[in-house]
């Protein structure tokens, strides 16, 4: 058995479920990136019932919401077109 047979054996961080985590990290990009208000409010609610805090989005909350689909968006389709986390 020479090292190129080995190293294909190796597993890597995510295996065979890289592709599924790609799709729904897209997803979720998306949803971050159409839906901004509606992940604030789910958010507020959720605090207020779970942790019985006030959650207030400050200035700019939905401009980071978007951006963190954004980068969502940019890894799910990483993961899903080369089916790992490091392109052969």
Do not use: W
């Not at 990290?25 to 509606?38: D, F, R």
């Amino acid at each position: 058995m020479d090292g190129a047979d080995s190293e294909d054996t190796v597993p890597t961080l995510l295996g065979e479920f890289a592709r599924p985590v790609g799709v729904v990290m897209i997803v979720a990009g998306v949803v971050h990136l159409l839906l901004p208000q509606v992940l604030l409010r789910t958010a507020k609610i959720g605090y207020d019932v779970v942790l019985d805090i006030q959650f207030t989005p400050r200035d700019g909350a939905i401009r980071r919401v978007r951006s963190v689909g954004v980068g969502m968006v940019a890894t799910g389709a990483h993961l899903f077109y080369h089916g790992r986390l490091v392109p052969e």
